[in-house]
């Protein structure tokens, strides 16, 4: 029982690393800034939970899991605010996105996108 | 349960990169608050590692620092455009 659980949580754990590791590689690859932000922060929430759900795993039932417990539902609140004000401010700013809203018409999205390209 | 702690730090570093040549203030506030929550998941492993409370408090608190930091930086952003 034990030797399963303490097998889950490593891959669970491995599995937020890989995450997180792509959430990097979006933030290095990306042109833009609206991109950066949808590639960066969902990911890197996600990841940070599926990590720290693994160490509440592996800890059992104790003080330090209540703590993380905490710790998961702070992230899972305060990440995607921070997000939001940085994409407001870049809004604010007059910064437009390079690929076009899709609330465009199809046939002028995709000549949009093209002709940008 | 250390190599993940050294993953991370390799993770961190690689992010790095946009938080020195980021070409706006916003690129390299996306990139501080990615470094900010991994080091918070660093704190949280060492703390489980070691069975040592304290360092879960200072995630804790660090993640509400960062929070406050990036609220009131990106409010200041946005109204220096309006005027």
Not at chain 1, 4 to 24: D, T
Not at chain 2, 24 to 46: D, G, M
């Amino acid at each position: 029982m034990n030797v399963v659980l303490e097998f889950f949580s490593y891959f669970i754990m491995s599995l937020g690393c890989i995450v997180m590791l792509f959430a990097a590689l979006g933030l290095y690859r990306f042109p833009d800034i609206y991109m950066r932000l949808h590639s960066s922060t969902k990911v890197n929430t996600g990841g940070a939970m599926v990590i720290l759900l693994g160490l509440v795993l592996r800890s059992g039932i104790s003080t330090l899991s209540a703590k993380i417990l905490v710790l998961i539902l702070l992230i899972f609140i305060l990440t995607p605010v921070i997000s939001h004000a940085i994409a407001r401010s870049a809004h604010l700013q007059g910064k437009t996105p390079i690929v076009p809203f899709a609330s465009y018409p199809k046939e002028e999205y995709e000549y949009e996108f093209l002709r940008r390209k | 349960m250390i190599i993940f702690i050294y993953i991370l730090i390799g993770i961190a570093i690689f992010s790095l990169y946009r938080l020195v040549i980021g070409p706006t203030i916003q690129n390299r506030l996306v990139a501080l608050s990615s470094i900010s929550v991994i080091f918070i998941v660093i704190l949280a492993i060492y703390s489980i590692q070691y069975r040592n409370m304290f360092f879960l408090d200072v995630s804790i608190a660090f993640l509400l620092l960062d929070f406050i930091g990036i609220i009131v930086f990106t409010k200041y952003l946005g109204k220096e455009e309006i005027k």
